[in-house]
T-cell receptor, first 111, second 113 residues
Framework: NAGVTQTPKFQVLKTGQSMTLQCAQD?????MSWYRQDPGMGLRLIHY???????DQGEVPNGYNVSRSTTEDFPLRLLSAAPSQTSVYFC??????????FGSGTRLTVV | SQKIEQNSEALNIQEGKTATLTCNYT??????LQWYRQDPGRGPVFLLL?????KEKRKERLKVTFDTTLKQSLFHITASQPADSATYLC????????????FGQGTTLQVKP
């Protein structure tokens, strides 16, 4: 039981490049979400999903796409990376009414 | 807009004392209030969840209170230890299991031996 697995752990992108941050869970949780964490800003919600085939925007969705074709996976796509997207990204899962389980994060630098 | 405020300054206490962290919120009616611990370079780890109809919840040395009238939660760590040193995050979730968690900025706790 691995919990929530995020890959890669570190990534450096050039401005304008695209990439996908992977998130996989083996707990059969309905809810999955992506957060970014910046110094002094706390964790901010990017996108979230309440089940396969259902996604919605969070507080800071611009520049990011998501899809949820299976219960287990919730990838986050950066369409055209910008320096403002330099951050630490966390994926989280939950089954209703309980605490969230977070992955170990992806540290992304856009140069 | 929804706002969650936690003590922005670090909290420094002596080992063995009780640490008390505060979380205040505005423009929100959460169904659940949660506390997480985050160590440097790691993801947040869930500690406690308290529901809107609960006043207090305990787990070992941890205690959380929830006052929906004051729109405030207090998080206590009794008999604190240097290993309790970390950043503690308050988070709110609305009713209906939305999957959306809103976080405060966190309070850094330093427990000195």
């Amino acid at each position: 039981n691995a919990g929530v697995t995020q890959t890669p752990k570190f990534q450096v992108l050039k401005t304008g490049q695209s990439m996908t941050l992977q998130c996989a869970q083996d707990m059969n949780h309905e809810y999955m979400s992506w957060y970014r964490q910046d110094p002094g800003m706390g964790l901010r919600l990017i996108h979230y999903s309440v089940g396969a085939g259902i996604t919605d925007q969070g507080e800071v969705p611009n520049g990011y796409n998501v899809s949820r074709s299976t219960t287990e996976d919730f990838p986050l796509r950066l369409l055209s990376a910008a320096p403002s997207q330099t951050s630490v990204y966390f994926c989280a899962t939950q089954t209703g009414g309980y605490g969230y389980t977070f992955g170990s994060g992806t540290r992304l630098t856009v140069v | 807009s929804q706002k969650i405020e936690q003590n922005s300054e670090a909290l420094n206490i002596q080992e063995g004392k009780t640490a008390t962290l505060t979380c205040n919120y505005t423009n929100y009616s959460p169904a659940y209030l949660q506390w997480y611990r985050q160590d440097p370079g790691r993801g947040p780890v869930f500690l406690l969840l308290i529901r809107e109809n609960e006043k207090e919840k305990r787990k070992e040395r941890l205690k959380v209170t929830f006052d929906t009238t004051l729109k405030q939660s207090l998080f206590h760590i009794t008999a604190s230890q240097p290993a309790d040193s970390a950043t503690y995050l308050c988070a709110l979730e609305g009713s209906g299991n939305t999957g959306k968690l809103i976080f405060g900025q966190g309070t850094t706790l330093q427990v000195k031996p």
